[in-house]
């Protein structure tokens, strides 16, 4: 693995978590799977992007590490985000609050032939909905 297309991988994925951009598409095989859901191909940075930007404003990411080895790629970050809405499934129900959230995540991509063919994500989700639940007591 390319540290260049290691770290285009980590700057494409968090750029489009902090703002949508969709860019990083050039960066995904178009057969590509995400494990998170199930699918196949790129309509599902279109899906959750619209997600994201039903829920969270002032976006931002900040990156703790980017670490590579064989065909995969991990990145490490925390997303940061104003709860304007509740786009994402899990989040229906909560009242908006207008917190700012933290949300820890760890992305680990696979890479054949230069694209992302594979994507696995483990994200602190139940942390960012008990900010929510705390703001809504």
């Known amino acids: 693995m390319d540290r260049h297309l290691a770290e285009a991988i980590a700057d494409g994925y968090e750029r489009w978590g902090a703002t949508g951009d969709l860019s990083l598409k050039a960066l995904f095989s178009p057969d590509f799977y995400d494990n998170v859901s199930g699918q196949r191909g790129l309509v599902i940075f279109d899906v959750v992007g619209r997600w994201l930007?039903?829920?969270f404003a002032d976006r931002r990411i900040d990156h703790h590490a980017t670490m590579f080895d064989g065909d995969r790629v991990m990145v490490w970050y925390t997303q940061y985000g104003r709860h304007i809405g509740n786009g994402f499934?899990?989040?229906?129900?909560h009242a908006v609050s207008g917190v700012e959230v933290a949300w820890a995540q760890l992305h680990v991509f696979r890479v054949q032939e230069g694209k992302v063919v594979e994507h696995w994500a483990i994200r602190d989700d139940y942390a960012m909905l008990e900010q929510l639940t705390s703001s809504d007591r």
């Not at 499934?89 to 129900?93: A, D, L, Q, V």
């Open 53 to 55: 930007d039903e829920s």
């Open 89 to 93: 499934p899990r989040m229906r129900g």
